[in-house]
């Protein structure tokens, strides 16, 4: 088979995807100073490259798969050019407008203006739908210091992205439209989409993913009940499906297996044990497929 060809984004986006791929079962090992990481998979073949061009270089057919935050997807106008498969949940970040805690934001737009944004093109689409007079200033990295209220700032907005908002607030920044929610994810451009065996790749891989990601925020329960408790504690207990039951040696009692939400167990272990149950244990799960 021909190698499916696969991009991941630099930083966060990277550390979080290979740590998926190695709950899949497929473990890269970046060589120092090379931007192709060896993996355990013959038919795969990875590239490192900046969050910024990933997406825009899979929409130019230089890879098959790429792994992508929405938010440079859009930035780079792309969305209509590759194929979203899933969107793995990570990093969530919204891509907001602010301005110093001391401006008056209805005031501020009606007069010319600067922004300071990594987002260009983003940056301009909401210029034009809120008819503002403003200029855009390409900015790299942090960008927070470049609004102020005063005449020496650089810029009077702020464009970026942020997921607490505690770096805008410590900069004394508020924060007054939100463009966009983005998140990594995972992308394939259509020509690979084409191929049948790059299709079907591409499909077990979200296939994989999706099992893993089930898995993560679920444990699985197992504990033994009485016969006489039995079932009170099967109707008062949650599952994915049905929980699993199997006959305990001698008769006593029964074995029961559910999986259930991370969230859940807090109040779902004191409930199991006034309901009867017995021996309960908690292990985590790999992979989920439903």
Known sequence: MEKLNILIAKGRIYESVVELLKDVGI????????????TNQPDLAFQVVKPQISSALLADNKADVAFSGKDWVYEN??????????????DPVKIVVAIPETVDYEKLIKAPLTIATE??????????????????FRTWGTSEGFVQDNEQALAQILIDNTSTGSSLRANNLKICDTIMESSTRMYASKLALKNPEKK????????????????????????????????????GIP???????????????????????KSEVPTLLPKLHQLGATDILEYALRKVMQ
């Not at 987002?119 to 855009?136: A, P």
């Not at 993560?216 to 079932?231: I, P, T, Y």
């Not at 599952?239 to 939400?261: C, E, N, R």
């Open 200 to 235: 079907q790749k591409i499909l077990e891989l979200k296939m994989l993913f999706e099992a893993v990601l089930a898995a993560r925020s679920r444990v699985m329960l197992e504990m033994n009940v009485s016969k006489e408790n039995f079932d009170a504690l099967i109707s």
């Open 239 to 261: 599952s994915m499906k049905s929980p699993t039951v199997s006959p305990l040696f001698g008769d006593s009692g029964y074995a029961v297996k559910i999986a259930v939400k």
């Open 27 to 38: 473990s890269i090992y970046l060589p120092e100073r090379t931007y192709y990481p060896i």
């Open 119 to 136: 987002y260009q093109n983003l940056s301009k689409q909401w210029v034009q739908s809120k008819k503002i007079n403003g200029k855009i």
């Open 77 to 90: 106008s792309v969305q209509d050019e590759i194929e979203e498969i899933l969107d793995l949940g990570f």
